[in-house]
T-cell receptor
């Protein structure tokens, strides 16, 4: 158990729908990062939050949004879902705002859009 | 954007063999990290490198931060079945607040 908790583990939904993925960072970590991993692809950075504020943005679609709450958990909202959004979505956390000491990853949410 | 290219893309080796994989970039990185991802799980940090030329070991794993700061190498000695998985390199530039991940090397170990 890495200490980063992601729910749900699996999600199957239809095109056009909206889903919310949840992440609880490791205790004491202030930064949360979201990554997308498509089949046989590497990890694509989506967005980072540090202590409740957006810190960095990557290749995140406009249909996607995220937030970090006062208790430091984070949610990734995916709307108007398309078949191509099917992927593993990982959340990672780190103590500070930078990744130099590496992130701790959760086990991911596998999203299937049908 | 920054690209990290890993080679080989995949490897099939026999148990007991040594493994070498590398990661190259067109950009300079200040930190190199190596992760392993088991099927259905998130990546787990194996080794972190912070200085050009640095050589660091973690059990049977050894990684090096290239002198040019544009590459890194990971070696696994005497491979065992549980070494199976995807190995990712990741880099951090000076001002970035995120990791850039490589394309991954998929390792299969046969008995």
């Amino acid at each position: 158990d890495s200490g980063v908790t992601q729910t749900p583990k699996h999600l199957i939904t239809a095109t056009g729908q909206r889903v919310t993925l949840r992440c609880s960072p490791r205790s004491g970590d202030l930064s949360v990062y979201w990554y997308q991993q498509s089949l046989d692809q590497g990890l694509q950075f989506l967005i980072q939050y540090y202590n409740g504020e957006e810190r960095a943005k990557g290749n995140i679609l406009e249909r996607f949004s995220a937030q970090q709450f006062p208790d430091l958990h984070s949610e990734l909202n995916l709307s108007s879902l398309e078949l191509g959004d099917s992927a593993l979505y990982f959340c990672a956390s780190s103590l500070w705002g930078g990744p130099n000491y590496g992130y701790t990853f959760g086990s991911g949410t596998r999203l299937t859009v049908v | 954007g920054q690209q990290l290219n890993q080679s080989p893309q995949s490897m099939f080796i026999q148990e007991g063999e040594d493994v070498s994989m590398n990661c190259t970039s067109s950009s300079i990185f200040n930190t190199w990290l190596w992760y392993k991802q088991d099927p259905g799980e998130g990546p787990v940090l194996l080794i972190a490198l912070y200085k050009a030329g640095e050589l660091t070991s973690n059990g049977r794993l050894t990684a090096q931060f290239g002198i040019t700061r544009k590459d890194s190498f990971l070696n696994i000695s005497a491979s065992i079945p549980s070494d199976v998985g995807i190995y990712f390199c990741a880099g951090v530039t000076g001002t970035a607040s995120k990791l850039t991940f490589g394309t991954g090397t998929r390792l299969q170990v046969t008995l």
